[in-house]
């Protein structure tokens, strides 16, 4: 791409008229005669020739004077001067084209005279030409100096360049200005193609990075890095789905086109980076303990950063005490967060296994007329008694002068106790009203108590106790 100084405007009064003196609102495409031979971005093209009211192959539009030269929409696209344009109003002029010269050497060339950027009192002429053999592409601008204060001048409302199929995505194009005031009156603008033997140093990558891609049947690491004769045509492909461990990684597309794992792409005389984007997904993985007793539901590949539902189902004689692994707390059902793979167990504990008893440990004075008991719980069980709390206790004189009033517990219930490990024990206090009971008073005290979210419970009688 190249700037040059104005040659020489091609227009020619014997040159067809696309339309005068009005606003371009027709596509036009070339009819089976005077097509010429010409390559586009390495590839043979053959529908370049004199237009044809009403078909879809060769577009101008008034609209935004688009020379487009195969396809609507994001097709192969020559664009010497994309803007909105009109030729109505004074000294409005038209649109040219003509095919010059002998077979193989032609210049197939389309002429904007006269047209008028909208708001603009002067009007900008311009040409594209596209040379048959040696594949140029030559914009020649005779006038776009529109005067100072116009925001048009100089192509400052105008997209400069040309564009390959696809080229908005897999950057298969070469701009020259976007809104920019770059252009000049009798300037040019050369696209030549790559020389043969031209090479370019080309990036292939995988987001997310550091996943394998074979380039011509070679599996390379990524990033890789490749110089690649401009014009040659590669091979790059990936393996989708991809798992490595507990991650798994699914192609979602080439950033040069297309969401197959293999993909046909032809190196260009500037480096690009070809990018293959997967999406990622991670495994949880689920558990039991003890082994193969009720089950956790949730297993399975999610998307990395969703939040995956695991449940415990509690076996019968057993109770639920926590999850563990990548999950904790006692909470059932709960959500993980699937940043990662993950691994969950659901802890369970046999209900038969436990055996609480109670015994008073120790007395101290409390308020005026009251007491307080210490009971120790004792867990001469094999399994762990979690959570445990004393839910009652129910005070009763056994012998003595009867206490008047009569002795009670006034504490509020629940106790909480805690956790007792198999083999362990601890306390929880209760405070008891004896302030009409004298020192010959005896009492029992029977405590009811529950461990592992209420799956356990039972109560002891402690006998023979003084105030």
Same mark, same amino acid.
């Given at each position: 791409?190249?700037?040059?100084?104005?040659?020489?405007?091609?227009?020619?009064?014997?040159?067809?008229?696309?339309?005068?003196?009005? !606003?371009?609102?027709?596509?036009?495409?070339?009819?089976?005669?005077? #097509?010429?031979?010409?390559?586009?971005?390495?590839?043979?093209?053959? !529908?370049?020739?004199?237009?044809?009211?009403?078909?879809? #192959? %060769?577009?101008?539009?008034?609209?935004?004077?688009?020379?487009?030269?195969?396809?609507?929409?994001?097709?192969?696209?020559?664009?010497?001067?994309?803007?909105?344009?009109?030729?109505?109003?004074?000294?409005?002029?038209?649109? &040219?084209?003509?095919?010059?010269?002998?077979?193989?050497?032609?210049?197939?060339?389309?002429?904007?005279?006269?047209? &008028?950027?909208?708001? @603009?009192?002067?009007?900008?002429?311009?040409?594209?030409?596209?040379?048959?053999? @040696?594949?140029?592409?030559?914009?020649?601008?005779? /006038?776009?100096?529109?005067?100072?204060?116009?925001?048009?001048?100089?192509? +400052?409302? /105008?997209?400069?360049?040309?564009?390959?199929?696809?080229?908005?995505?897999? $950057? !298969?194009?070469?701009?020259?200005?976007?809104?920019?005031?770059?252009?000049?009156?009798?300037?040019?603008?050369?696209?030549?193609?790559?020389?043969?033997?031209?090479?370019?140093?080309?990036?292939?990558?995988?987001?997310?990075?550091?996943?394998?891609?074979?380039?011509?049947?070679?599996?390379?690491?990524?990033?890789?890095?490749?110089?690649?004769?401009?014009?040659?045509?590669?091979?790059?492909?990936?393996? @989708? =789905?991809?798992?490595?461990?507990?991650? #798994? &990684?699914?192609?979602?597309?080439?950033? *040069? +086109?297309?969401?197959? =794992?293999?993909?046909?792409?032809?190196?260009?005389?500037?480096?690009?980076?070809?990018?293959?984007? %997967?999406?990622?997904? &991670?495994?949880?993985?689920?558990?039991?303990?003890?082994?193969?007793?009720?089950?956790?539901?949730?297993?399975?590949?999610?998307?990395?950063?969703?939040?995956?539902?695991?449940?415990?189902?509690?076996?019968?004689?057993?109770?639920?005490?926590?999850?563990?692994?990548?999950?904790?707390?006692?909470?059932?059902?709960?959500?993980?967060?699937?940043?990662?793979?993950? $691994?969950?167990?659901?802890?369970?504990?046999?209900?038969?296994?436990?055996?609480?008893?109670?015994?008073? *440990?120790?007395?101290?004075?409390?308020?005026?007329?009251?007491?307080?008991?210490?009971?120790?719980?004792?867990?001469?069980?094999?399994?762990?008694?979690?959570?445990?709390?004393?839910?009652? /206790?129910?005070?009763?004189? *056994?012998?003595?002068?009867?206490? *008047?009033?009569?002795? @009670?517990?006034?504490?509020?219930?629940?106790?909480?106790? +805690?956790?007792?490990?198999?083999?362990?024990?601890?306390?929880?206090?209760?405070?008891?009203?004896?302030?009409?009971?004298?020192?010959?008073?005896? %009492?029992?005290?029977?405590?009811?108590?529950?461990?592992?979210?209420?799956?356990?419970?039972?109560?002891?009688?402690?006998?023979?106790?003084?105030?």
């Amino acid at each position: 791409m190249t700037p040059r100084s104005l040659a020489q405007l091609n227009k020619s009064t014997t040159g067809r008229i696309v339309s005068a003196g009005m !606003r371009l609102l027709d596509s036009v495409a070339p009819a089976a005669a005077q #097509r010429l031979a010409f390559d586009w971005f390495g590839r043979p093209r053959r !529908r370049v020739g004199r237009p044809a009211i009403g078909a879809h #192959r %060769f577009r101008l539009t008034g609209d935004g004077p688009e020379l487009a030269v195969w396809d609507w929409g994001d097709g192969p696209t020559v664009l010497p001067y994309w803007s909105d344009l009109t030729f109505q109003g004074p000294g409005g002029g038209a649109v &040219y084209y003509q095919s010059q010269g002998a077979a193989g050497s032609r210049r197939f060339i389309v002429e904007w005279s006269n047209a &008028y950027s909208q708001g @603009s009192a002067n009007p900008v002429t311009f040409e594209a030409v596209l040379y048959e053999g @040696s594949n140029k592409i030559l914009f020649q601008y005779q /006038a776009v100096n529109l005067g100072a204060g116009n925001p048009a001048t100089n192509g +400052g409302l /105008a997209t400069v360049g040309i564009r390959d199929t696809g080229g908005n995505g897999n $950057n !298969r194009q070469i701009a020259w200005s976007y809104d920019a005031m770059v252009l000049g009156n009798s300037t040019a603008i050369l696209f030549t193609p790559p020389a043969s033997g031209q090479s370019s140093v080309n990036t292939i990558t995988t987001v997310p990075a550091g996943l394998t891609v074979t380039i011509d049947g070679t599996p390379y690491g990524t990033p890789k890095v490749v110089s690649w004769t401009a014009g040659t045509v590669h091979t790059l492909a990936v393996t @989708s =789905p991809l798992t490595n461990g507990g991650t #798994r &990684y699914t192609l979602t597309g080439w950033s *040069s +086109g297309g969401a197959t =794992p293999q993909v046909t792409v032809q190196a260009q005389s500037t480096g690009t980076t070809y990018t293959a984007t %997967f999406s990622t997904q &991670y495994l949880l993985t689920t558990g039991t303990n003890p082994a193969n007793l009720g089950s956790i539901s949730g297993a399975g590949w999610y998307a990395a950063g969703a939040s995956a539902p695991v449940q415990a189902t509690v076996p019968a004689g057993y109770t639920f005490v926590a999850f563990s692994g990548d999950l904790s707390g006692s909470t059932n059902p709960q959500n993980v967060t699937m940043n990662a793979a993950k $691994n969950v167990v659901a802890n369970y504990q046999s209900i038969a296994s436990l055996a609480l008893t109670a015994a008073v *440990s120790g007395k101290a004075d409390g308020a005026a007329g009251q007491r307080v008991w210490t009971i120790r719980l004792t867990n001469s069980g094999p399994a762990a008694a979690n959570g445990t709390q004393i839910t009652g /206790a129910i005070l009763t004189q *056994s012998s003595g002068t009867p206490c *008047s009033p009569a002795a @009670s517990v006034i504490s509020a219930m629940p106790v909480t106790v +805690g956790n007792i490990a198999a083999g362990a024990n601890a306390t929880g206090s209760v405070t008891i009203n004896v302030a009409g009971c004298d020192t010959t008073a005896r %009492f029992s005290l029977k405590v009811n108590f529950t461990a592992n979210s209420g799956s356990y419970s039972s109560s002891g009688t402690i006998a023979n106790q003084t105030k």
